[in-house]
């Protein structure tokens, strides 16, 4: 599952397979159902506050980590902190046009983005080529957690400027041969 934010300001979540008690723990939590290129997409409204984007998020992540653990968030518009206050941007993260660009604004970002594998270039900073989406997801999450649990605010920009252009769900793979049950003999007379 993937919860991410828009440009325009929706939070929405994704689910890549079935999950049958999703459905409910979103729609309890907020979220309205939208057909969109052959599955559901669970939007928050526009100008949902932080406050209760992150609230709303949270209670239905509560409720699916009992389901699954294989949940990512991407989402900018539910980053809130208890005080109130805005907290300076340490770190932007970029993911919009198929590579990982990361700007970093403070000296313990820099640190942090480092000690993730990202690479600095001349405008900041980069994963090194070659990683899958999961790989390139998992270094942003693991990096983005570090950040917060050290006060430092991050801000990722997934590039989608409405619900509209989210992209469909990544296809299924089969089963690899040795993995799919044998075919059952027959018997012969």
Do not use: C
């Not at 729609?27 to 932080?50: D, E, I, K, M």
């Not at 294989?70 to 970029?94: C, E, H, K, M, Y």
């Not at 919009?96 to 970002?109: D, F, I, M, P, W």
């Amino acid at each position: 599952m993937v919860v991410g934010s828009t440009d325009d300001g929706h939070t929405f979540a994704v689910i890549n397979y079935p999950l049958r008690a999703a459905h409910r723990i979103l729609t309890h939590s907020g979220f309205t159902a939208r057909h969109h290129q052959r599955r559901t997409l669970y939007l928050l409204p526009p100008g949902t506050p932080a406050e209760d984007a992150h609230d709303r998020t949270g209670t239905a992540l509560s409720g699916l980590f009992t389901h699954t653990m294989d949940i990512v968030d991407l989402s900018s518009t539910t980053r809130w902190t208890s005080d109130g206050s805005p907290s300076q941007t340490a770190t932007r993260f970029d993911l919009s046009n198929g590579r990982v660009t990361v700007t970093a604004h403070t000296q313990a970002a820099h640190g942090v983005l480092e000690q993730h594998g990202f690479a600095r270039t001349s405008a900041g900073y980069t994963l090194p080529g070659g990683l899958g989406e999961r790989e390139s997801v998992g270094a942003v999450t693991r990096a983005e957690t570090h950040l917060w649990s050290l006060g430092l605010s991050a801000e990722i920009t997934l590039g989608y400027p409405t619900p509209d252009v989210v992209p469909p769900a990544p296809g299924r793979r089969s089963a690899p041969a040795s993995l799919k049950a044998p075919a059952p003999k027959r018997r012969t007379r």
